[in-house]
């Protein structure tokens, strides 16, 4: 079992920043594909970027340049820094972990962090 817990969500104004962090638990977080996910009301739940074990990031469109997804595999730790934050990036945000045991993949998520921005 793998457990994620987020922070660092909040009210922020249109062009501000934030940081959220997940903390996870188990003995291979080096080797975990940690992704955040988001879901505004309404809509459905979204990947918004991904880290892999190598540290090989990824992106959706409408984040790059703004968002930079790091991990600290020592403290078990991954971050979403969030700049130039627009009204549409409000949403709930997840922490999601992809784990192999042998070939079969786990998923696990976090219990969500809500992110908005309005002035």
């Known amino acids: 079992q793998v457990q994620l817990v987020e922070s660092g969500g909040g009210l922020v104004q249109p062009g501000g920043s934030l940081r959220l962090s997940c903390a996870a638990s188990?003995?291979?977080?080096?080797?975990?594909?940690m992704s955040w996910y988001r879901q505004a009301p309404g809509k459905q739940r979204v990947l918004v970027a991904s880290?892999?074990?190598?540290?090989?990031?990824n992106y959706v469109d409408s984040v790059k340049g703004r968002f930079t997804i790091s991990r600290d595999n020592a403290k078990k730790m991954v971050h979403l820094q969030m700049n130039s934050l627009k009204s549409e990036d409000t949403a709930v945000y997840y922490c999601?972990?992809?784990?192999?045991?042998?070939?079969?993949?786990?998923?696990?998520w976090g219990q969500g962090t809500q992110v908005t921005v309005s002035s």
């Open positions: 880290i892999n074990s190598g540290s090989i990031t």
């Open positions: 999601n972990a992809l784990v192999m045991v042998e070939t079969t993949p786990h998923i696990y």
């Open positions: 188990g003995s291979g977080f080096a080797f975990y594909l």
